[in-house]
C-alpha cells in the first residue's frame, strides 16, 4: 500500500511529547494524521466516531472493542503503544483481519523505577513528612529501612527483572513467583524464586507486575491480602483490575496490611469518594508509569514502525495478533 494514501488515527496523549521527531516522521510518510480530541483515552463511542476511512491505528488506552470496530472500515492495523491489550477485542480484530501489535519492554525501565519509587515513599512516609513541612511542623516519623527486608515481586517478566535489578543495591532479599520465570535471570541476580504462597507471606513489600488475564483478573482478593505478612506493604505498577479495591481498603482498615502504592485503579479516573484515597497510608498516582521521557519515546518508536510495516504489507516486529 502506498503510505501516503492513508489515514492515520494516534490517540496516546504523549505521542511526540518528549522527541518531536516521532510527529514529523509520521506526517512526512502518510497522508494524513488525525490525533486525539479529546486530550485522554476514548470511550468506545469516540473511537468508532473517528475509525472510519482509517487504515492505521496507533492507540493508548482507549476502549476498542467490537462495538467500537464496527465502524473500522478500512483498518489493518492496531499499534498499542504500551504492552496491555486488554482493552482491545482481540477476537474481533483478528475476524475483520485487522493486525494487533504492542511494545513489550518499551516502558520496563520506567515502570520499575516507579515501582521503587512507591517502595521508597510508603517505608519513609515521604508524602506525609513533605506535607507535614509544608504546614510548618517538624515531625519525627519513624520508617521502615529496605536493609535486610523481604521484597517480593510477583511476575518476573521484563519489568520484574528491572524492578529485581533496581533492587540489588539495597541489601534486601528478593523473592519471585512466575509461573514461567527465567531461573538463569534469577540465580544471576540473586532472586530466590519460589511459590506464590511462600513470596506473599514472607514478603515486607510485594510489588505487583502482572498481566491482565482472566487468572489475574481480581487475584489480590480479601484472602490473598489475608496470607500477606502482618505489617506488610502492597505495590501495584501494573493493572487495576488484578486488586479487589474493596477488599484492600478493609485489610488497610484493619491494620494487616500497613500501606499500599497504587499506579493503577480498577476505574481511571478513580471516583473522588474511592475511600482508598482518603487513607494517608496510601500513596496514589495517575497511571504514569510509562510516562517518562524514555518509556514514550521508545514505546512511540515501535508502534509507529510496526504500524507502518503492516500498511507496507511488511511483517511486524511485535505482532499479537
Not at 184 to 205: C, M, Q, T, Y
Not at 264 to 291: K, R, S, W
Request: aromatic share 6%; glycine share 10%; with cysteine.
Amino acid at each position: 500500500m502506498n503510505l501516503k494514501h492513508c489515514r492515520l488515527l494516534v490517540t496516546p496523549t504523549s505521542y511526540g511529547k518528549n522527541d518531536a521527531r516521532l510527529k514529523t516522521e509520521l506526517e512526512m510518510q502518510v497522508g494524513e494524521v488525525i490525533y486525539n480530541p479529546t486530550g485522554k483515552p476514548l470511550t468506545s463511542a469516540e473511537v468508532g466516531q473517528l475509525l472510519p476511512g482509517i487504515d492505521g491505528y496507533i492507540a493508548g488506552l482507549d476502549g476498542i472493542d467490537a462495538n467500537a470496530l464496527k465502524s473500522a472500515d478500512k483498518l489493518k492495523v492496531i499499534a498499542r503503544y504500551g504492552v496491555g491489550v486488554d482493552n482491545v477485542d482481540l477476537a474481533e480484530a483478528q475476524k475483520k483481519g485487522i493486525v494487533v501489535t504492542n511494545t513489550p519492554g518499551a516502558n520496563s525501565v520506567s515502570v520499575a523505577e516507579l515501582a521503587l519509587g512507591l517502595i521508597l515513599a510508603l517505608a519513609r512516609q515521604i508524602p506525609e513528612a513533605v506535607e507535614a513541612v509544608h504546614q510548618g511542623k517538624w515531625p519525627r516519623y519513624s520508617g521502615t529501612s529496605l536493609e535486610g527486608k523481604t521484597i517480593g515481586i510477583l511476575g518476573l517478566g521484563a519489568i520484574g527483572k528491572q524492578f529485581a535489578r533496581r533492587l540489588s543495591g539495597f541489601d534486601c532479599k528478593i523473592m519471585a513467583f512466575d509461573p514461567f520465570a527465567d531461573a538463569l535471570f534469577a540465580k544471576d541476580n540473586h532472586i530466590e524464586l519460589a511459590p506464590l504462597d511462600d513470596v506473599r507471606a514472607k514478603s515486607d513489600f510485594l510489588s505487583l507486575h502482572l498481566p491482565l488475564l482472566p487468572e489475574t483478573r481480581g487475584i489480590v482478593n480479601g484472602n490473598f491480602l489475608s496470607k500477606m505478612k502482618k505489617g506488610s506493604f502492597l505495590i501495584n505498577t501494573s493493572r487495576g483490575e488484578v486488586v479487589d479495591e474493596d477488599a484492600l481498603l478493609h485489610a488497610i482498615q484493619s491494620g494487616h496490611i500497613k500501606g499500599a502504592g497504587l499506579d493503577a485503579f480498577i476505574t481511571e479516573p478513580p471516583d473522588p469518594m474511592n475511600q482508598l484515597l482518603t487513607l494517608p497510608q496510601v500513596i496514589a498516582t495517575p497511571h504514569l508509569g510509562a510516562q517518562t521521557d524514555g518509556a514514550t519515546s521508545n514505546m512511540g518508536w515501535l508502534a509507529m514502525r510496526d504500524c507502518l510495516a503492516v500498511l507496507k504489507n511488511d511483517k511486524a516486529t511485535f505482532r499479537v495478533v
